[in-house]
Structure formats: C-alpha cells, structure tokens
C-alpha cells in the first residue's frame, strides 16, 4: 500500500497575464468564482515532516506565500527564466537569512537568473535586505535529490527554448510547453497525476492548446491530468464542459489556485 509522503499545491494556474487581466471585463475576469481567479502558474510541495519545495517563484509569489501559509521553504525548482515565472524571487530573502536558497535550474535559466538579479550576487549594501541564494544546475534526464526528496528534470519545449518539466515521484509539473520529446516521455511513464500546459482553446506558438494537452495526456498516460496556465479565454466551468465533450470519461481537469494533488514516492 502506499503512504502519502507529499502533497502538491497549485499556487498559481494561470498566464503570464494572470486572471483577472489588467483593464479586462470579459465574463471570466469579472466572475464571482473563485476557481476564475488565476495568479501566475507555480506550485508548492510540501512533505509530511514539513520539508517544503516550490516550482517557480512568480510575481504573486509572496500573496501565494501567505495565501498558503507557507513559513517554511527548503529549495526552488525552476521551470525557466521568463518573468512570470522568476519575478518573485526576491521575496525569497524572508526564507533565506540563515541558509542560502538552493535554486535548481538548467544552466541557460541559472544564468539569467544571475544577470537579472545580478545585485544578488554581487558586494553591495543590503538595505532593506537581498536574498541569499545558491544555483545548483541540474542535467535534464539525469535525478537529483532536493531536500531529501528524488526528483528528476525532465526536457520540455516552449517553442524553441528548451526549458524543465518537473517530476517528483508519481507526480509532473510540465508548464509552458508546446513540445515534449519522446525521450522525456519516456521518463514521464508510470506517473499517476500530470499537470500540464493547456494555455486555451485556440492554437499557441509556444503552449498547447487544449486539444494538443489531450493529445500528451495520452502519449503519457496518467491516471489523472490538470491543465494549467489557463487564460481568460473559458471560465472553470466552461473548461469542465468542453473537456465533457473532447475527454468523456476521462479523469482531466482544469487546476485551480488552491487546487492539492497528493502525491507518493
């Protein structure tokens, strides 16, 4: 029988934009649902004894922080460099007075996380204060233990960047993605839960589509799948509803901020 060891957390499911869209007052940025309301995509795992690890560190990182109550964080895995996606790592400083934050990337994400905090790394006065960090490049294909947790960088493509899928035991975190070599899909089988890119209905040049999500779904075979890094384009509820029609049967959703998946070595 397996033992719950983690549980992972949507922080944030949604774009670059994030939901409500700035000046927007379409029906799904305008709506009383919470499940609409999306903050930049990112995702917390936290261990029965408390070890804590976070995917990616947006701009909405500190009210996700709170939000979730996280007060502890061990290490943060990153996806890639674009902003949505690192914008907050200076409120890492709160977690990093005693011990530098272990940050694990490819290498290409380490080094613009470098020049784009380059005040982190450099002699200067604090102030109010800078994050201590400490890169750690990781190989994707090859597993790494985080935190006392095993945890394998996976090659995905957003367009043409090659960026990091995450995979920590029966469970993946794939954001921002619009191509999945068949090596990495190999890497992926036995998973149970799948979080993946589904950026909306129409097609994307650098995310799957709804339909193009279906299709990895399938090449990958969880037992369950969330689509994430949604748009305002569908509500909840109209995601549920198409995914009626495209996916009778099957057990895929859209994640929502909040939303928790346990997860088993």
């Not at 990153?78 to 907050?88: C, N, V, W």
């Not at 998973?191 to 040049?205: M, Q, W």
């Not at 109209?238 to 995914?243: A, F, H, S």
Request: with cysteine; aromatic share 6%.
């Amino acid at each position: 029988m397996l033992i719950l060891q983690m549980e992972l957390e949507i922080l944030g499911s949604g774009t670059s934009h994030g939901v409500p869209v700035i000046g927007c007052d379409c029906a799904v940025c305008t709506s009383r649902d919470p499940r609409d309301n999306r903050m930049r995509a990112s995702a917390v795992i936290r261990h029965t004894d408390g070890r804590t690890i976070l995917i990616d560190a947006g701009p909405e990182f500190r009210i996700q922080a709170l939000r979730s109550h996280i007060s502890r964080l061990d290490a943060v895995l990153i996806t890639h460099s674009h902003a949505d996606h690192i914008h907050g790592i200076d409120d890492l400083r709160i977690f990093s007075h005693k011990t530098d934050m272990p940050i694990y990337a490819d290498a290409v994400c380490l080094n613009d996380i470098h020049d784009r905090f380059s005040y982190v790394f450099s002699e200067s006065q604090e102030g109010g204060g800078k994050p201590h960090l400490k890169l750690c490049e990781v190989i994707h294909g090859q597993a790494i233990q985080i935190a006392g947790t095993d945890v394998l960088p996976v090659l995905v493509f957003h367009g043409g960047l090659p960026i990091t899928g995450w995979r920590i035991g029966d469970t993946a975190y794939i954001t921002d993605c619009s191509e999945i070599p068949d090596a990495s899909v190999s890497q992926l089988r036995g998973i149970k839960n799948l979080i993946i890119d589904a950026i909306r209905e129409r097609p994307h040049s650098t995310h799957f589509n709804f339909s193009q999500a279906l299709e990895q779904i399938e090449r990958i075979g969880p037992e369950r799948a969330w689509f994430t890094h949604i748009t305002h384009d569908f509500s909840h509820t109209g995601i549920q509803e198409w995914l009626q029609i495209h996916a009778p049967g099957k057990k895929i959703e859209p994640a929502w901020d909040g939303l928790i998946i346990p997860v088993h070595e």
